[in-house]
């Protein structure tokens, strides 16, 4: 079965950074693309970041163009998420995603909190 679990979170200063890692199994991992979202408290889940099957085609939200890179090694089954430039209102529970034959798979999710 489809398994996604992130990792890498954690407490850090604003301006500092994180490396989110998320081990995928259970599908063919490199016909697929992937996600990230996060969730605040009180707020509703929002995308991050997605890229494409063979990681030619990123998307970013807004607020995180030039902050955040996602990348992917279809070798090793994973996704990653450098967060540069963190700011408080980056304190979130961040989950990988993907959507593997129209379901869609969440990880248990990682929490990161951007706080001095």
């Known amino acids: 079965q489809v398994q996604l679990v992130e990792s890498g979170g954690g407490l850090v200063q604003p301006g500092g950074s994180l490396r989110l890692s998320c081990a995928a199994s259970?599908?063919?991992?490199?016909?697929?693309?992937m996600n990230w979202y996060r969730q605040a408290p009180g707020r509703e889940r929002e995308l991050v970041a997605r890229?494409?099957?063979?990681?030619?085609?990123?998307h970013y939200a807004d607020s995180m163009k030039g902050r955040f890179t996602i990348s992917r090694d279809n070798a090793k089954y994973r996704v990653y998420l450098q967060m540069n430039s963190l700011k408080p209102e980056d304190t979130a529970v961040y989950y990988c995603?993907?959507?593997?034959?129209?379901?869609?798979?969440w990880g248990q999710g990682t929490q990161v909190t951007v706080s001095s």
């Open positions: 995603n993907a959507n593997v034959d129209w379901s869609d798979y």
């Open positions: 890229i494409s099957p063979t990681g030619t085609i990123t």
């Open positions: 259970g599908f063919t991992f490199r016909t697929y693309a």
